[in-house]
């Protein structure tokens, strides 16, 4: 026996069959590219069809796999079909890595029951949804599987007004996580949670929200000096896809370059 280890093998992802929501752009791309970099066919869903397919082709072209899919997270069937076609073209199905998610803003006394649903019927039902039909498969085929849920740091703590819906869904999803962990532990299949914090993407700088109060804000930087790059997100999610967090279950990992330990 060597008394060096082989570390490649602890994020060898080889073989692996891999859903990824919210893929078309943002973290969740990301996520794909590193998936895909270690070894894992990557199923692309998105609600943006078009740029989940830019994804897919851009892995494929680097010489990886992927194809893309799309789907609507807050309609069931949708989240339905796009299980079984992902399992049918795979014939297996390992990791589930739900990305997608909306991240309206809106001050309390303006929260509508429209906005409050669509947010949590995306953020929350949404996982809900794709974590159910996803177990179904991973117990029936026996071999196990990981699931990573993408919280926020803001569902632990607040950080900025107008995210009272954003962050129920968010501390919904952390509830959603330690209880599928408990339950789906029998199988094999881990579920974690990655808490972001400000994480600067394209998609979030759309978001639809009254302007944000800077002078409000407690701390603009983290103490590790910048705000998140998609990449720091996705390397957590590799580390919880992969063989080297074979013993890690039922947490929430808060990803945030030190804020809420401010
Ligand atoms: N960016 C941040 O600072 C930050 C911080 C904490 C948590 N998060 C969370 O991380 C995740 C990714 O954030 P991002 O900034 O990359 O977001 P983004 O807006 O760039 O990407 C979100 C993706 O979700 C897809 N999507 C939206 N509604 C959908 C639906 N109904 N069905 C299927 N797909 C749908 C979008 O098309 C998009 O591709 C989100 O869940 C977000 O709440 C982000």
Not at 60 to 89: C, F, I, P, T
Not at 113 to 132: C, E, P
Not at 210 to 222: A, E, F, H, M, V
């Amino acid at each position: 026996m060597s008394a060096l280890i082989d570390l490649s093998s602890l994020y060898d992802l080889g073989e692996k069959v891999a859903l990824v929501t919210g893929g078309a752009e943002g973290m969740g791309k990301e996520v794909c590219r590193f998936l895909a970099s270690a070894g894992a066919t990557v199923a692309v869903a998105d609600i943006n069809l078009p740029w989940a397919q830019d994804t897919a082709r851009e892995i494929v072209e680097a010489g990886g796999n992927a194809s893309a899919y799309h789907v609507d997270l807050a309609a069931e069937q949708s989240v339905v079909d796009l299980l079984h076609a992902v399992r049918k073209q795979h014939e297996r199905l390992d990791i589930l890595v739900n990305v997608a998610g909306l991240q309206d803003r809106e001050f309390l006394t303006e929260t509508s029951l429209a906005l409050w649903d669509k947010l949590h019927n995306v953020n929350l039902r949404g996982s809900f949804l794709t974590i159910r039909e996803a177990a179904k498969i991973m117990r029936a085929d026996g071999r196990g599987g990981r699931i990573v849920n993408i919280s926020s740091m803001g569902s632990v703590h607040p950080i900025f007004e107008g995210l009272v819906a954003y962050n129920a869904s968010k501390a919904g999803v952390n509830g959603l996580t330690r209880n599928a962990a408990y339950e789906l532990a029998q199988h094999g299949i881990n579920v974690n949670a990655i808490l972001p914090g400000n994480t600067t993407t394209a998609g979030q700088g759309r978001t639809p929200g009254p302007p944000i109060d800077i002078s409000k804000l407690k701390n603009l930087t983290p103490p590790l000096g910048r705000t998140g790059k998609v990449s720091d997100i996705a390397s957590a999610v590799l580390f919880l896809v992969a063989p080297a967090s074979e013993w890690i279950t039922g947490q929430t990992l808060i990803v945030d370059g030190g804020h809420l330990n401010n």
